[in-house]
Structures are given as C-alpha cells and as structure tokens.
Nanobody, 124 residues
Framework: QVQLVESGGGLVQAGDSLRLSCAVS????????MGWFRQVPGKEREFVAA????????YYADSVKGRFTISRDNAKNTVYLQMNSLKTEDTGVYYC?????????????????WGQGTQVTVSS
C-alpha cells in the first residue's frame, strides 16, 4: 500500500515562500507520476502541478506558473513544491497525489493515491 505524507504548510504573508514536501512509502517511488492539488472549502479540488517519473517533464496550472516549482528526489522518495511570491488566493489545503498511469495529469481521477493534506494560509 502506498502512503503519502505531506509537510511544510503554514501561515505566511503575501509575497513569502514555502516549500511543501511529500514523503512516499510503499512501492518503488520512481515508478509514480506525482502531482499536487489544492482545495478550499466549498470548491473543487484543483490541479496545481505534476511531475513525470524521472522529473523530466513538469506541468503547472496557469495560476501558479512562474511562481511554483515541482521537483522530486527519487533517492529520498520525496516530491517537493516550492511556492514563491505567494498570494492570498493560494490559500488552501494542499494534497500530494500519485499514480502509476500518467497518461493524463490534470484531473482528480487521473490519480490513485492521496495524502491527508497540509494547510497553507497566505495572509495579506
């Protein structure tokens, strides 16, 4: 069974930076296509970023492009989300997710495993 554990969330001010981490246990991490989603109360969980198995391809939502960077360290079984120039609208619970498929990355149903989430709050 694959387990994903996020960390690194917190309360920051607009313009600050945060780095989220997601530690993955279970089967071989390098086989998983990884993603980050976020959700605020009353809204659908939305795609933030994704990264291919070897880190060679990355994908971003338009709202975070140029500010967020997804990366992975297969030796440490960890995926990261570096978030710079944070905005109040970046507030939400951030979820790490994984799949062995990877043919599509944008939708919630594209992924099979999810972490419990970590709260990110950006104040003005």
């Amino acid at each position: 069974q694959v387990q994903l554990v996020e960390s690194g969330g917190g309360l920051v001010q607009a313009g600050d930076s945060l780095r989220l981490s997601c530690a993955v246990s279970g089967r071989t991490f390098s086989r998983y296509f990884m993603g980050w989603f976020r959700q605020v109360p009353g809204k659908e969980r939305e795609f933030v970023a994704a990264i291919s198995w070897n880190g060679g391809s990355t994908y971003y939502a338009d709202s975070v492009k140029g500010r967020f960077t997804i990366s992975r360290d297969n030796a440490k079984n960890t995926v990261y989300l570096q978030m710079n120039s944070l905005k109040t609208e970046d507030t939400g619970v951030y979820y790490c997710t994984a799949t062995l498929r990877g043919s599509s990355y944008y939708y919630r149903d594209d992924y099979d495993y999810w972490g419990q989430g970590t709260q990110v709050t950006v104040s003005s």
